[in-house]
């Protein structure tokens, strides 16, 4: 399947898009990053009338830190960026814990931290933490401009407080609590699936070593991120002993998970009280350690924190659009429908067939291009979200006379059998080693957690890749 027509629009400021939203209503949705969207409109089970872009909004893309001590998160800053930026290690230290358990690298830049949480996925990682952190969310529309807390900003599942002509614009997390600690334990079927309970602790202690406070989120056990308030009143007052842990972790009745094909509610239940234990107790002994927020500088204004599109005309719908999009280095002009992934548009459009097509919705890589260097989903990103941007597909990493080391060392240790696979993996890889010129195994099979190979059993492309490091150092 592939998604329906619509009307496309790309405001260049906020104050567009607020206009934008405010026009179109309950027929438009918007567009972040698109990593949960774009996959229901593939299946033809989300088919928007028309799409309000915020890629463009540079507004929106910033980590800064507030005058109390803790941090605000623009809407569109890229799940990957506020992973790694040192401000949030700093000052939103379980922030930076949880993120790299939302799916892959490859999803993780494009999606967006705003769109994360207001897509209030009951399984969505980022809802969870913004309710444990007391966060509040910013936001705005043309008539009025106001701040929720994050307990009142979801409401159901995929729902939220949000009016059709509001966007939710950024998050602002308090500071960390003196001698504070916290903790983040999941339980999931592989790396990067969704969590069947996942456990975010924060707690405090007072001058005694007693607790002073504790709030306690879970992730896929509700329709809306659960607090525990039963658990965490029971610590409140005590020494964090094992035996009151234990109280708490068996005082969880308040949290009552369903039942899934991959979980049944009584294995929740179990997942909830082991998990529970096991996330308080790293997160006192974190406060026991002592934490402080660290000086770091102001990240304000960072121009290279946008990563914005270049402007598209938006002022009307077009059934085609006109674009610029630079791929293997050659300079490409065309106009494209707005529904036109990306992946079709290098297939079909280029003439580039070495980027495959298999899941559609973001789960087998075997899509994967990079996007202005960094690994995405060419099944997820829409053509015209490439304007004024860099691609690289498989064809250009090297010829078929000189082929780059790590497609070598996959020809020579045996890496691919069908090769339906086997473009995502070198697209993916290559940036990977790039980074992590002597990786662990442990790390390269990280790095591959986000690519599906139905014919092998990943060991030879583990060995590929040591071989590729192996070369690649001593050709240094």
Not at 6 to 21: G, N, Q, S
């Amino acid at each position: 399947m592939k998604p329906a027509p619509f009307d496309y629009y790309a405001p260049k400021t906020l104050a567009e898009a607020l206009d934008r939203v405010a026009q179109l209503g309950y027929s438009a949705k918007v567009l972040a990053g698109g990593q949960s969207l774009i996959p229901a409109m593939n299946y033809r089970l989300a088919q928007p009338a028309a799409l309000v872009d915020l890629n463009n909004v540079a507004e929106l893309f910033y980590v800064r830190p507030a005058a109390d001590g803790g941090v605000t998160i623009g809407a569109m800053m890229r799940n990957s960026a506020v992973e790694h930026d040192p401000l949030i290690a700093a000052r939103a230290p379980l922030v930076a814990e949880v993120l790299p358990y939302i799916a892959w690298p490859q999803i993780r830049n494009r999606g967006t931290f705003g769109g994360n949480i207001a897509h209030a996925d009951p399984a969505g990682h980022l809802p969870a933490i913004a309710v444990v952190l007391n966060g509040r969310c910013h936001v705005r529309s043309r008539r009025a401009d106001r701040w929720l807390s994050s307990d009142d900003f979801f409401l159901g599942a995929f729902m939220t407080a949000l009016a059709p002509d509001e966007l939710l614009v950024e998050v602002a997390l308090p500071p960390m609590p003196a001698r504070g600690g916290w903790s983040y334990r999941q339980a999931a079927r592989q790396a990067g699936a969704e969590a069947m309970v996942g456990v975010a602790a924060l707690v405090s202690l007072d001058e005694r070593g007693r607790c002073a406070q504790a709030r306690i989120a879970y992730v896929s056990v509700g329709e809306i991120p659960q607090l525990a308030a039963a658990a965490a009143q029971t610590l409140v007052g005590q020494p964090p002993t094992a035996d009151a842990i234990a109280a708490a972790a068996a005082a969880t009745a308040d949290v009552d998970p369903g039942e899934d094909i991959h979980a049944t509610a009584a294995y929740r239940r179990h997942l909830v009280r082991t998990l529970t234990r096991q996330a308080l107790t790293e997160a006192f002994e974190r406060a026991r350690n002592g934490y402080a927020v660290l000086g770091i500088g102001d990240s304000q204004g960072r121009a290279d924190r946008a990563n914005t599109q270049y402007p598209i005309p938006n002022t009307q719908y077009l059934k085609a659009l006109p674009i610029t999009v630079t791929v293997n280095g050659v300079r490409y002009e065309r106009a494209v429908e707005p529904r036109l992934l990306l992946s079709d548009f290098i297939r079909h459009e280029l003439g580039l067939t070495g980027t495959h097509v298999g899941c559609e919705h973001g789960v087998c890589g075997s899509c994967t291009v990079l996007f202005d260097g960094q690994p995405v989903r060419s099944c997820l990103t829409f053509a015209v979200q490439a304007h004024g941007h860099d691609v690289r597909t498989v064809e250009g990493l090297g010829t078929i006379d000189k082929l780059s080391p790590l497609q070598e060392a996959f020809r020579d240790a045996h890496a691919l059998q069908c090769g339906f696979c086997t473009p995502g993996f070198l697209i993916t890889l290559t940036p990977f080693l790039e980074q992590n010129p002597n990786p662990t195994e442990e790390q390269i099979r990280q790095a591959i957690s986000g690519n599906l190979c139905r014919c092998t059993g990943y060991q030879h492309i583990v060995e590929a890749v040591k071989l590729a490091a192996q070369r690649m150092a001593a050709g240094a």
